[in-house]
């Protein structure tokens, strides 16, 4: 009778527990971790309609969560005559915490049929160390979660005048011992530059001792130009990881990070004025260096003729040298190449020229001359070329050589007669049409209405009403409509404006965002190389488009004026490159 009555009274107790606790509970997968290491939340919920649990309370305790994975089952059961379906829902949140001590997971609220039920609270031991499993005796340093990957930015200059060259380190440290990983963003992001050109990018992998310990090192470079004076500022270098390791139980953990450094603060000095004539806006050190690619010279027959103008600075503020006057050659227009040194702001840009001697007899090529203001000297300085003494064989026949490179209109005036039984060449277009002086036919009254005519302007009609439409309600059509009209009414502007390589360049850069429906505002040339790139425009085209928007840059870079000339030849340029990127990205997104 007693064993009856106690066993009775502990199913009472049970059921009152049970009834108590609800139909909701939470577990956690470990009761000790480490500061910044993940571990799981799981809250279980049964009955037939079940809420999203309120995470509010674990979020103002200072625990960091991210999404949750979900998992839930459904059961029907029929007694009686009834049916009732029952589910079971499991949400499993990954979870850290960034500070040491015992921290309690307060109670989570889940409503389940209406009724909101509440989970038991927990604690948590959060200590600083990590568990590296096993380690050698002499190693006793307490490891932690910053110890095993941290990241730092730096650049090697705080101080700079406009356009000077700084070059931005960033590295991230991995620690090269216990089977450390670490998993990063696909795709790195940088830190925000505003007021800077980005130049040169590199990345390199080493290996350094730090604080006594061993880290692999993953190397950011980039090079930054300032493009205006005052205090700037490289914004902090910020992303998220996971640090990976094994424990004293060989068992895989993972502790989710915000990397995150300081920004850095730059000075930028502006330039002395008033900037002397022929400043295209270079601001370092230079060297300038002037070959012949041959030692004899025979009169009519080019040669190369090469400068280099290397040393440390923005290669885009590096213009062409002004060649002294010589009457006895004529140049071409050069070919370009940058080099860029890796890991440096060290360049090297190559003018290639066709010299084609036209006298014969001694002459002598005067120092190329170019232009630059010295950080270190603080004034603009001119660096020189050496002088290049030629002697020049005349040619085996003097009446008549060749000199490569004529301008364009002695081209179209010169005119070579063939008359060797060939038809001479039919200028006037009248001729080759021949006129009839039958009278032509005019169409009937009844004619200009028949069915057909009326059919064809109702459809007409009809498809202009929907071209239209489709104008108002589609953003990224009307751009493409309107792109080339609106380019070409801002280039036939440009020359007459106060500023024309502005104008010039907003006229560009506006014409490609309708064309590929972007954001056109702040484009800069590499970005524009970029999104013709993803959109599959052709590297010559792209090629184009590029120099000319960097040839607009160089201009407002440098703070000098364009002449009327070179406005309309950059202008004529930018216009047959936006014909041809019209023909090109309309059949693409045809």
């Given at each position: 009778?007693?064993?009856?009555?106690?066993?009775?009274?502990?199913?009472?107790?049970?059921?009152?527990?049970?009834?108590?606790?609800?139909?909701?509970?939470?577990?956690?997968?470990?009761?000790?971790?480490?500061?910044?290491?993940?571990?799981?939340?799981?809250?279980?919920?049964?009955?037939?309609?079940?809420?999203?649990?309120?995470?509010?309370?674990?979020?103002?305790?200072?625990?960091?969560?991210?999404?949750?994975?979900?998992?839930?089952?459904?059961?029907?059961?029929?007694?009686?005559?009834?049916?009732?379906?029952?589910?079971?829902?499991?949400?499993?949140?990954?979870?850290?915490?960034?500070?040491?001590?015992?921290?309690?997971?307060?109670?989570?609220?889940?409503?389940?049929?209406?009724?909101?039920?509440?989970?038991?609270?927990?604690?948590?031991?959060?200590?600083?160390?990590?568990?590296?499993?096993?380690?050698?005796?002499?190693?006793?340093?307490?490891?932690?979660?910053?110890?095993?990957?941290?990241?730092?930015?730096?650049?090697?200059?705080?101080?700079?005048?406009?356009?000077?060259?700084?070059?931005?380190?960033?590295?991230?440290?991995?620690?090269?011992?216990?089977?450390?990983?670490?998993?990063?963003?696909?795709?790195?992001?940088?830190?925000?530059?505003?007021?800077?050109?980005?130049?040169?990018?590199?990345?390199?992998?080493?290996?350094?001792?730090?604080?006594?310990?061993?880290?692999?090192?993953?190397?950011?470079?980039?090079?930054?130009?300032?493009?205006?004076?005052?205090?700037?500022?490289?914004?902090?270098?910020?992303?998220?990881?996971?640090?990976?390791?094994?424990?004293?139980?060989?068992?895989?953990?993972?502790?989710?990070?915000?990397?995150?450094?300081?920004?850095?603060?730059?000075?930028?000095?502006?330039?002395?004025?008033?900037?002397?004539?022929?400043?295209?806006?270079?601001?370092?050190?230079?060297?300038?260096?002037?070959?012949?690619?041959?030692?004899?010279?025979?009169?009519?027959?080019?040669?190369?003729?090469?400068?280099?103008?290397?040393?440390?600075?923005?290669?885009?503020?590096?213009?062409?040298?002004?060649?002294?006057?010589?009457?006895?050659?004529?140049?071409?227009?050069?070919?370009?190449?940058?080099?860029?040194?890796?890991?440096?702001?060290?360049?090297?840009?190559?003018?290639?020229?066709?010299?084609?001697?036209?006298?014969?007899?001694?002459?002598?090529?005067?120092?190329?001359?170019?232009?630059?203001?010295?950080?270190?000297?603080?004034?603009?300085?001119?660096?020189?070329?050496?002088?290049?003494?030629?002697?020049?064989?005349?040619?085996?026949?003097?009446?008549?050589?060749?000199?490569?490179?004529?301008?364009?209109?002695?081209?179209?005036?010169?005119?070579?007669?063939?008359?060797?039984?060939?038809?001479?060449?039919?200028?006037?277009?009248?001729?080759?049409?021949?006129?009839?002086?039958?009278?032509?036919?005019?169409?009937?009254?009844?004619?200009?209405?028949?069915?057909?005519?009326?059919?064809?302007?109702?459809?007409?009609?009809?498809?202009?009403?929907?071209?239209?439409?489709?104008?108002?309600?589609?953003?990224?059509?009307?751009?493409?409509?309107?792109?080339?009209?609106?380019?070409?009414?801002?280039?036939?502007?440009?020359?007459?404006?106060?500023?024309?390589?502005?104008?010039?360049?907003?006229?560009?850069?506006?014409?490609?965002?309708?064309?590929?429906?972007?954001?056109?505002?702040?484009?800069?040339?590499?970005?524009?190389?970029?999104?013709?790139?993803?959109?599959?425009?052709?590297?010559?085209?792209?090629?184009?488009?590029?120099?000319?928007?960097?040839?607009?840059?160089?201009?407002?870079?440098?703070?000098?004026?364009?002449?009327?000339?070179?406005?309309?030849?950059?202008?004529?340029?930018?216009r047959d490159a936006v014909e041809q990127l019209h023909e090109l990205l309309r059949e693409k997104q045809s």
């Amino acid at each position: 009778m007693r064993c009856g009555t106690l066993i009775i009274i502990c199913a009472a107790f049970v059921a009152a527990v049970a009834q108590a606790q609800g139909p909701v509970s939470m577990d956690v997968s470990a009761r000790r971790v480490s500061m910044n290491e993940v571990f799981h939340i799981s809250i279980t919920a049964n009955g037939s309609e079940i809420s999203e649990p309120d995470m509010q309370d674990v979020i103002d305790a200072g625990i960091r969560l991210d999404t949750p994975s979900h998992r839930s089952s459904t059961s029907i059961q029929t007694i009686g005559g009834e049916t009732a379906v029952t589910q079971s829902r499991t949400w499993r949140y990954p979870a850290s915490i960034s500070q040491e001590g015992m921290v309690t997971i307060p109670r989570i609220s889940v409503t389940v049929d209406g009724q909101e039920y509440f989970t038991q609270p927990k604690e948590i031991e959060v200590t600083r160390t990590v568990d590296m499993g096993a380690r050698p005796p002499d190693d006793t340093a307490e490891l932690t979660i910053e110890d095993l990957a941290f990241i730092r930015a730096a650049t090697d200059k705080r101080v700079v005048y406009n356009g000077e060259p700084l070059l931005l380190r960033l590295r991230l440290y991995v620690l090269d011992q216990f089977y450390v990983s670490l998993e990063t963003p696909r795709r790195m992001p940088m830190p925000e530059t505003h007021g800077f050109q980005t130049g040169q990018q590199w990345q390199e992998s080493y290996s350094e001792m730090y604080a006594g310990r061993r880290y692999r090192v993953t190397e950011l470079s980039q090079v930054l130009y300032p493009t205006t004076s005052g205090d700037l500022t490289v914004g902090a270098w910020e992303w998220q990881g996971g640090v990976r390791w094994f424990n004293s139980r060989r068992q895989p953990q993972t502790a989710a990070r915000v990397f995150e450094t300081n920004p850095v603060q730059i000075t930028v000095l502006p330039l002395p004025t008033p900037r002397p004539s022929g400043f295209s806006g270079a601001v370092g050190r230079f060297d300038v260096d002037a070959r012949l690619n041959a030692e004899h010279l025979t009169q009519g027959a080019p040669v190369r003729f090469n400068i280099t103008i290397s040393g440390e600075g923005n290669p885009n503020a590096i213009s062409a040298p002004s060649l002294p006057e010589m009457p006895w050659a004529h140049f071409s227009d050069p070919e370009v190449e940058t080099q860029q040194q890796q890991n440096s702001t060290e360049v090297q840009k190559h003018f290639s020229y066709l010299l084609t001697p036209l006298r014969a007899g001694l002459q002598e090529i005067p120092p190329v001359q170019f232009l630059y203001f010295s950080p270190e000297s603080k004034e603009y300085v001119t660096a020189y070329g050496p002088a290049i003494p030629v002697e020049i064989q005349p040619a085996s026949d003097s009446d008549t050589f060749v000199a490569i490179g004529g301008s364009a209109e002695e081209q179209r005036r010169r005119i070579e007669v063939y008359d060797d039984g060939l038809l001479p060449i039919i200028t006037d277009p009248q001729v080759v049409f021949s006129v009839s002086t039958r009278p032509g036919r005019r169409l009937g009254f009844l004619t200009m209405f028949s069915p057909v005519v009326t059919l064809a302007l109702l459809i007409a009609t009809v498809f202009t009403l929907k071209h239209r439409r489709r104008l108002l309600r589609d953003t990224g059509y009307a751009r493409r409509y309107y792109a080339k009209s609106t380019c070409i009414k801002r280039l036939d502007a440009a020359t007459a404006a106060e500023d024309p390589t502005d104008s010039l360049y907003r006229a560009l850069t506006g014409f490609i965002g309708d064309m590929l429906n972007i954001n056109e505002a702040g484009l800069t040339s590499s970005e524009v190389e970029a999104v013709l790139s993803e959109a599959q425009v052709p590297e010559a085209l792209r090629s184009v488009v590029v120099r000319s928007l960097k040839a607009c840059e160089r201009a407002r870079y440098a703070g000098r004026g364009t002449s009327k000339e070179e406005a309309t030849a950059l202008c004529s340029a930018v216009r047959d490159a936006v014909e041809q990127l019209h023909e090109l990205l309309r059949e693409k997104q045809s």
